[in-house]
C-alpha cells in the first residue's frame, strides 16, 4: 500500500502542468480583480445602476471580460479607485458576457444601457445619472479621479496618483509627490 502510494504521488508531481498567469495574455486566469489588482472587494458590485442612480451618488461604471489583457491592465486602476473613493462613490464593475446580444437596452438601470459593445469600458455618472466620462482602452487614474473629484467638489489638482506593480499579479496605488 505504501508503495503504491509513493508511485501515485510521484506521478501527480511528474504529470502535473505548470499555472500560466499572463497579464499580457488574452487567456482566463480566473476573476481578473483579485489576480492583477489584489483587490477581491470589487467584485461583485455592492450595488446597482438602479440603486446608486436612486441613491443619487457618483457611480463609476467599469465593463470588461476575465479574459482580456486590457482589462487586466485595467484593474489596479479600477481597484485604485476603490481604495481611493470606497465610502464617496458607487464602483460597478460589470463584466459583459452576458451583455453581448444585439439587443438595444433603453432601461437606464440596466448596464447595456451604457456600454458600447467594447471593452475595457469606463463610465462615469454624476449623480443625476448623467454621463460625465466615457472611454475605451486605457485610462489613466488621475483622469478619473479629477472627474470624480469634480463631481464631489472635491479640489484634487495637488494630488496626483500611480499604479505600481509590486509583483506580476498585485498593484498599489500611490500618491505622486
Known amino acids: 500500500m505504501k508503495l503504491f502510494q509513493s508511485i ?11 499555472v500560466n498567469a499572463s497579464r499580457d495574455s488574452d487567456s482566463y486566469d480566473g476573476n481578473i ?13 455592492q450595488t446597482t445602476i438602479e440603486e446608486s442612480l ?17 482589462s ?7 481597484s485604485g479607485l476603490d481604495l481611493i473613493w470606497r465610502n464617496n462613490i458607487d464602483l460597478i464593475a460589470i463584466t459583459t458576457d452576458e451583455l453581448q446580444s444585439d ?18 469600458q469606463t463610465i462615469i455618472l454624476d449623480s443625476n445619472g448623467q454621463v460625465r466620462f466615457d472611454m475605451n482602452g486605457m485610462v489613466n ?23 505600481e506593480s509590486f509583483n506580476e ?9
Open 141 to 163: 487614474i488621475d483622469d478619473l479621479n479629477k472627474v470624480i473629484g469634480e463631481l464631489k467638489g472635491i479640489d484634487i489638482s495637488d494630488s496626483s496618483f500611480s499604479v
Open 169 to 177: 499579479y498585485n498593484s498599489i496605488i500611490s500618491e505622486k509627490k
Open 103 to 120: 439587443n438595444s437596452e433603453t432601461d437606464l438601470y440596466q448596464p447595456k444601457h451604457y456600454w458600447n459593445g467594447l471593452i475595457p
Open 54 to 70: 436612486k441613491n443619487e451618488r457618483v457611480s463609476v461604471l467599469f465593463f470588461y471580460l476575465d479574459d482580456s489583457s486590457d
Open 8 to 18: 501515485l504521488i510521484l506521478l501527480i508531481f511528474l504529470t502535473s502542468y505548470p
Open 72 to 78: 487586466k491592465a485595467m484593474a489596479p486602476v479600477i
Open 33 to 45: 480583480f483579485p489576480i492583477y489588482a489584489g483587490n477581491g472587494a470589487v467584485v461583485p458590485p
